[in-house]
C-alpha cells in the first residue's frame, strides 16, 4: 500500500513536501506519480518518475516549481512543491505502477488507469 503525507495549508508562494510511504513492495521497481484533484474537477497528473531509468516528467502547471524525487532506502517518493499558487490545492494522491508508460504503448503518464497502486491522498490549501 502507499500512504501519504505532508499536506497541509500553506499562503501563496510558500512550500510544502509531500512524502509516499510504500509497504508491501519495493517502490525502487516501480514507476511513481503525483496525481491531484481539485473540488469538481478530475484527477490530474503532476509528476512522474519512470523506474527503468529515473526519466521525470511534471504537468507543465507545474514545471519549474515542482521536484519529485525517491529515496529507495526508506521505500519513499517524494514531492517538494515550492512557489504555489492558489489553483495548486487539491487532494495529493501518489501512484505506483509495475510498467513504465513508455513501455505500454501510452503518450503520457497521465493516464491514472496505468498505475497498480494508489494512496488515500493527502490535502494541500494554498490560500491567503
Known amino acids: 500500500q502507499l500512504v501519504e503525507s505532508g499536506g497541509g495549508w500553506v499562503q501563496p508562494g510558500g512550500s510544502l513536501t509531500l512524502s509516499c510511504v510504500a509497504s508491501?513492495?519495493?517502490?525502487?521497481?516501480?514507476?511513481v506519480a503525483w496525481f491531484r484533484q481539485a473540488p469538481g474537477k478530475e484527477r490530474e497528473g503532476v509528476s512522474y518518475?519512470?523506474?527503468?531509468?529515473?526519466?521525470?516528467h511534471y504537468a507543465d502547471s507545474v514545471s519549474g516549481r515542482f521536484t519529485i524525487s525517491r529515496d529507495n532506502t526508506d521505500n519513499t517518493v517524494y514531492l517538494q512543491m515550492n512557489d504555489l499558487k492558489p489553483e495548486d490545492a487539491g487532494v495529493y494522491f501518489c501512484?505506483?505502477?509495475?510498467?513504465?508508460?513508455?513501455?505500454?504503448?501510452?503518450?503520457?503518464?497521465?493516464?491514472?488507469?496505468?498505475?497498480?497502486?494508489w494512496g488515500p491522498g493527502t490535502q494541500v490549501f494554498v490560500s491567503s
Open positions: 518518475q519512470s523506474s527503468r531509468d529515473g526519466r521525470i
Open positions: 508491501g513492495f519495493t517502490l525502487e521497481y516501480y514507476a
Open positions: 501512484a505506483s505502477a509495475r510498467a513504465d508508460f513508455e513501455n505500454v504503448g501510452v503518450p503520457d503518464p497521465w493516464i491514472p488507469g496505468l498505475y497498480d497502486y
